[in-house]
């Protein structure tokens, strides 16, 4: 692979996004649906993307502007879109939305639209109606896909043709959030002939071989096929197990070979690194439990396959979607009502790489990127609707100039086993109540112990990292947080701090760092902890000023312990 081509490159515990030979973090935004569309309209938005710090832009290419009448392809947006993006050396992911967008095909063409003879729809029924029309194509036509795959070849051609000496475009993303909506499963005359066909054995096949690998709700789905000892020639309708999940298998086996019919033919002209994204389930085991929500909101989903897209890469159906759809290099989760970590966890199932793709873009998201980047190795997380906010209203901005700052030591970090932890506190419930307790990790013989920086008043939100550098040398960064050093060597006795150093960068590309200050006493409540406090701390109507505001928000630590004689 010329080395030019960004590409993903495995380590120890993941895989990086390599640039130019090098590995880059991606400091991502995504745009509203429509911003991308329009070069004119992003002349506007390019400076206040650049202002909070961006260094990645994902933007939608839709098919329905890409080609307009069959065989008409339109390049001249995006030329120059992808060359206003290169002249501020800002790097894009483009979304292609082909066939699906949201359990929707609401982007595909006029002339797809308006034949569905030709390109048929799904049809789905409810508990008072019969199957009907859905405003989705059918995933068990051939057409659509063959019609799709061409336009994705085409654009991937068109990105090679004018950006490979450049690498602006670093990767794509594959359809938008797939799935069928509305019910378990496609009802229609081309989707009901393949549900009375046996289940092919290739899949069938992986499913047994993997039964160790596999994720535990797929393994549940399968479990009365497992007590009838793995049997053959089932067809889908006599496959055991509850129905709504086996529909959801059904749809999800044939909706991976379809994306990776798609991305196959974009990835053989140019092979950039793809993935698709996801629309998680949301259930009361799974969700951000600090969240208070109306009773009924349409984009949040729910727990059951067809109130969020059924077939969609979901954790039920991962393992499916990763064995069969091999042109995606990961499967990526959009995380706005799901736990956050939960959610980093589930997509690094089998060792992918970890991208959020769409996130909530409030402080409640910025704090949780620390967690993907430093805890879960994350190639980038972006926040949704990023173009829409001012850059003085962009709490990404100062998440984003310290992360960028040191990029090299996180992605260093990356690539070692237990290297680096990213944390997170919210703020305190309007009783007091803390529902964050001390997060506790065991890094380079020690034992940290991470909280909430002390204050005499109302402790704040906080979020940062902790990333081992060499010997007992920890780098800390990010607010409001303070961390405590205990040594796991059974020997030791007393444990204190040698040395505590505000740092600031001198060097982004390097991540080279100078002392700003030697810190000490207050700064570490008297030698029991390296405190990082927040940017506006809460004196309570102490008088006296013990804790001071947060600066660089980087500080260099170095524990000690002493031992008993043996």
Not at 73 to 95: N, P
Not at 164 to 186: A, C, F, K, P, Y
Not at 367 to 390: E, H, N, V
Not at 519 to 524: K, M, P, Q, S
Request: with cysteine; aromatic share 10%.
């Amino acid at each position: 692979m010329p080395p030019q081509i960004p590409h993903l490159r495995s380590t120890e515990l993941s895989k990086q996004l390599i640039i130019n030979d090098e590995p880059f973090l991606m400091l991502a935004g995504e745009l509203q649906n429509s911003s991308f569309t329009s070069s004119s309209f992003m002349k506007e938005v390019w400076p206040k993307l650049k202002a909070a710090n961006l260094n990645t832009v994902l933007g939608c290419i839709t098919w329905e502007q890409f080609e307009p009448e069959e065989g008409d392809f339109h390049l001249d947006e995006l030329e120059k879109l992808i060359q206003d993006a290169k002249s501020l050396g800002m790097k894009l992911i483009l979304l292609w939305f082909g066939s699906f967008k949201n359990g929707l095909s609401t982007y595909v063409p006029p002339w797809v639209k308006m034949d569905p003879k030709r390109f048929p729809r799904a049809k789905i029924r409810t508990a008072t109606t019969e199957a009907q029309a859905a405003d989705v194509l059918s995933i068990f036509g051939q057409n659509a896909q063959k019609a799709d795959s061409l336009a994705f070849k085409t654009l991937m051609q068109h990105i090679k043709r004018i950006d490979e000496d450049h690498s602006t475009v670093i990767m794509v993303q594959v359809e938008n959030e797939v799935g069928l909506l509305g019910d378990s499963r496609d009802r229609g005359e081309l989707a009901e002939q393949q549900f009375k066909q046996t289940i092919p054995t290739d899949l069938l096949d992986v499913l047994e071989k993997d039964w160790s690998r596999l994720n535990q709700p797929l393994k549940h789905t399968l479990t009365a096929w497992r007590e009838e000892g793995f049997r053959r020639g089932l067809t889908w309708a006599s496959f055991p197990g509850s129905r709504v999940y086996v529909d959801e298998l059904f749809m999800a086996y044939h909706y991976a070979l379809y994306v990776n019919a798609v991305a196959s033919a974009g990835k053989d002209v140019y092979p950039l690194p793809m993935y698709t994204n996801v629309w998680q389930n949301y259930g009361s085991e799974d969700r951000d439990k600090s969240l208070v929500l109306p009773a009924k909101i349409d984009a949040a989903g729910g727990n059951l396959p067809g109130a969020y897209p059924s077939g969609g890469a979901i954790d039920n159906v991962l393992d499916v979607w990763q064995t069969f759809a091999p042109a995606l290099d990961f499967i990526a989760p959009d995380v706005y009502l799901n736990d956050y970590e939960n959610s980093c966890r589930k997509y690094r199932h089998r060792g992918q790489p970890l991208l959020i793709p769409e996130q909530r873009r409030d402080d409640h998201g910025a704090r949780r990127i620390w967690a993907a980047f430093c805890s879960y190795q994350a190639l980038g997380a972006a926040p949704f609707g990023i173009d829409t906010l001012s850059v003085e209203e962009n709490v990404f901005r100062k998440h984003y100039e310290l992360l960028s700052s040191v990029a090299p030591h996180i992605l260093q970090a990356q690539t070692k086993t237990s290297a680096s932890y990213g944390f997170f506190f919210d703020e305190l419930l309007e009783d007091g109540t803390d529902t964050f307790p001390t997060r506790e990790i065991d890094m380079a013989g020690w034992h940290l112990a991470v909280e909430r920086s002390f204050v005499f008043g109302k402790p704040s939100a906080g979020s940062g990292a902790v990333i081992h550098l060499h010997g007992s040398e920890f780098l800390l960064l990010g607010w409001g947080f303070q961390v405590s050093f205990t040594s796991l060597d059974e020997r030791a006795y007393f444990n204190g701090l040698l040395k505590f150093e505000e740092k600031e960068v001198v060097n982004n590309a390097t991540g080279e760092l100078r002392t700003l200050r030697r810190l000490n006493g207050d700064e570490t409540r008297s030698g029991k902890c390296a405190v990082m406090p927040s940017e506006d701390p809460d004196y309570g109507g102490f008088p006296i000023s013990i804790t001071i505001p947060a600066r660089t928000g980087i500080a260099v630590c170095e524990p000690y312990a002493l031992f008993a004689e043996t």
